[in-house]
């Protein structure tokens, strides 16, 4: 499943970027930042400072990783993200319908040329719009 996001990510132009939320100890970007390189930046968000010390130790030689400590949660957590990114609190993605919510929040923008991306790691399943 590694692959085939970053197949779709990969289809984004030159300096796109990219936010993981929940992004854990980093595994998923490591392989996406290796894949797609001209990716202005990869922000890993994560409630875990644990989780964002192990990304931060694994993704170190990469220039375009950002790291970001917030619950995605909580309701402020859009907070803590700065410039470009545009979001609005919601409840965790456990579901399309979650999925559904978070696209359809007023506030957050995926603008063409740009992916929303689900991966449901349970499931290796990727819901793409």
Same mark, same amino acid.
């Given at each position: 499943m590694r692959q085939r996001f970053a197949n779709l990510v990969s289809t984004l132009p030159p300096g796109a970027r990219v936010?993981?939320?929940?992004?854990?100890?980093?595994?998923?970007?490591?392989? %996406?930042l290796q894949s797609c390189p001209n990716l202005e930046s990869y922000t890993l968000l994560d409630f875990s400072e644990h989780m964002l010390e192990l990304s931060q130790k694994r993704l170190a030689g990469f220039e375009a990783a950002r790291f970001v400590k917030a619950d995605f949660k909580a309701q402020d957590w859009h907070r803590a993200l700065a410039p470009p990114y545009t979001a609005q609190p %919601? #409840?965790?993605? #456990?579901?399309?319908?979650?999925?559904?919510?978070?696209?359809?929040?007023?506030g957050l923008k995926v603008i063409p040329p740009s992916l929303f991306l689900l991966w449901e790691n349970k499931d290796d399943e990727v819901i793409e719009d």
């Open positions: 936010l993981e939320l929940g992004a854990g100890p980093g595994y998923l970007a490591d392989f %996406v %919601v #409840r965790a993605l #456990r579901s399309q319908d979650a999925a559904e919510e978070l696209k359809g929040t007023e």
